[in-house]
């Protein structure tokens, strides 16, 4: 069993930064893929960032390009999402997700994804 707790969100204001950690106990994090993912209200999970187990590749919705950056400390267990230059669409709850993968494919979709977190609340006001 996983579990994955996630932190950092909070209210920002458009053109801000957070930074996202997403913390794992329960398994051998550093052997497996992580990503992150959203859901605004009244809309599906979608992909924003996702990793590979020893950070080696990575993958970027087109929306996070630029802006975001996932990362990961596998001493620590914990996975990253540096969020700069905040717009009020990326307004969601953001979720981190382990995946019971380890290749160098970095996974984008939520079926490829087993053990999620509770997700943490990110709103950006314009």
């Known amino acids: 069993q996983v579990q994955l707790v996630e932190s950092g969100g909070g209210l920002v204001q458009a053109g801000g930064s957070l930074r996202l950690s997403c913390a794992a106990s329960?398994?051998?994090?550093?052997?497996?893929?992580m990503g992150w993912f959203r859901q605004a209200p009244g809309k599906e999970r979608e992909f924003v960032a996702a990793i590979i187990w020893n950070g080696a590749n990575t993958n970027y919705a087109d929306s996070a390009k630029g802006r975001f950056t996932i990362s990961r400390d596998n001493a620590k267990n914990t996975v990253y999402l540096q969020m700069n230059s905040l717009k009020p669409e990326d307004t969601a709850v953001y979720y981190c997700?382990?995946?019971?993968?380890?290749?160098?494919?970095?996974?984008?979709?939520?079926?490829?994804?087993?053990?999620w977190g509770q997700g943490t609340q990110v709103t950006v006001s314009s």
């Open positions: 997700a382990l995946a019971l993968h380890r290749g160098w494919a970095v996974l984008t979709t939520v079926p490829e994804y087993t053990y």
């Open positions: 329960g398994r051998t994090f550093s052997s497996y893929d």
